[in-house]
């Protein structure tokens, strides 16, 4: 018990609670911005795979469904290596950013990169899925109101299409929250990599001298609390919207 109660004690540390807590932000920003872009790109592969159909634009279905099943159907891992290795890296993100080092900024770049790659595959399908619940006829009304191609998409079939999806997304969003912590791998600076350095170096801070099976069961136990906290929020809110959406159809019914 005294073990482990010196383990519990790191907690009380605010240099590692303050450590942790900057793990936690980056996490959020990576997968941020992994989404948000995986949402833009892949409602555009999304577009393209399913639309794309004439004999003059078919090339470009195909370019986007070798993308998604490549990137849909291979480890997130592989990608993690291979942009960590393989991806050029702007003079930007070439220096100190946001109170991390020149390396760290790199490989938050990098890191963020290969989760777009990824995520921008899954979500694309997501999107498609949505977009094959849109009604044919809602092309037909937009185009009898004079609107073209593309004003159809951005005004008619896409909004309808997101609304459809947007619990699936919020499961997604879920899901790379989660696999970023793949990125430990990789020496980044996520919430998994940081619990892992401060592992490593806890006989500094738990008063034994040495790393304890206890430091091991804290730690990770934090950072599988943490996730949780993040990721039941985000199931809440998608539970919450699927009742909601079920409502919505019984009163329609009805």
Same mark, same amino acid.
């Given at each position: 018990? @005294?073990?482990?109660?010196?383990?519990?004690?790191?907690?009380? &540390?605010?240099?590692?609670?303050?450590?942790?807590?900057?793990?936690? #932000?980056?996490?959020?920003?990576?997968?941020?911005?992994?989404?948000?872009? $995986?949402?833009?790109?892949?409602?555009?592969?999304?577009? #393209?795979?399913?639309?794309?159909?004439?004999?003059?634009?078919? +090339?470009?279905?195909?370019?986007?469904?070798? *993308?998604?099943?490549?990137?849909?159907?291979?480890?997130?891992?592989?990608?993690?290596?291979?942009?960590?290795? /393989?991806?050029?890296?702007?003079?930007?993100?070439?220096?100190?950013?946001? $109170?991390?080092?020149? +390396?760290?900024?790199?490989?938050?770049?990098? %890191?963020? =990169?290969?989760?777009?790659?990824?995520?921008?595959?899954?979500?694309?399908?997501? !999107?498609?899925?949505?977009?094959?619940? =849109? %009604?044919?006829?809602?092309?037909?009304?937009?185009?009898?109101?004079? /609107?073209?191609?593309?004003?159809?998409?951005? *005004?008619?079939?896409?909004?309808?299409?997101?609304?459809?999806?947007?619990?699936?997304?919020?499961?997604?969003?879920?899901?790379?929250?989660? @696999?970023?912590?793949?990125? %430990? &791998?990789?020496?980044?600076?996520?919430?998994?990599?940081? =619990?892992?350095?401060?592992?490593?170096? %806890? &006989?500094? *801070?738990?008063?034994?001298?040495?790393?304890? =099976?206890? @430091? +091991?069961?804290?730690?990770?136990?934090?950072?599988? #609390? !943490?996730?949780?906290?993040?990721?039941?929020?985000?199931?809440?809110?998608?539970?919450?919207?699927?009742?909601?959406?079920?409502?919505?159809?019984?009163?329609?019914? &009805?």
């Amino acid at each position: 018990m @005294d073990t482990f109660g010196n383990s519990l004690s790191m907690l009380k &540390n605010p240099a590692i609670l303050q450590y942790i807590w900057k793990g936690v #932000v980056f996490t959020l920003i990576i997968s941020i911005i992994a989404v948000t872009f $995986g949402i833009l790109i892949g409602s555009v592969l999304a577009i #393209v795979r399913n639309y794309c159909i004439s004999s003059k634009t078919r +090339v470009f279905k195909w370019i986007a469904s070798i *993308y998604i099943e490549i990137f849909r159907n291979t480890p997130l891992l592989l990608w993690i290596f291979i942009c960590l290795v /393989f991806c050029p890296v702007p003079s930007l993100f070439s220096r100190k950013l946001f $109170g991390l080092t020149s +390396v760290e900024t790199k490989l938050l770049f990098k %890191a963020a =990169v290969a989760l777009i790659l990824f995520s921008s595959s899954v979500i694309a399908e997501i !999107i498609r899925g949505g977009l094959n619940a =849109v %009604a044919h006829g809602q092309f037909e009304a937009g185009r009898s109101q004079g /609107f073209h191609m593309f004003q159809v998409m951005i *005004y008619i079939v896409l909004p309808q299409a997101y609304k459809s999806v947007i619990p699936t997304l919020l499961s997604q969003v879920i899901t790379t929250i989660k @696999d970023s912590s793949y990125l %430990a &791998n990789v020496a980044t600076i996520e919430l998994m990599a940081r =619990v892992k350095q401060i592992l490593s170096s %806890a &006989n500094r *801070y738990n008063g034994t001298g040495t790393i304890n =099976v206890s @430091d +091991v069961f804290v730690l990770l136990g934090t950072a599988c #609390v !943490i996730y949780f906290i993040i990721n039941y929020t985000l199931s809440c809110i998608v539970r919450h919207m699927q009742k909601g959406k079920k409502r919505v159809v019984v009163l329609t019914e &009805n």
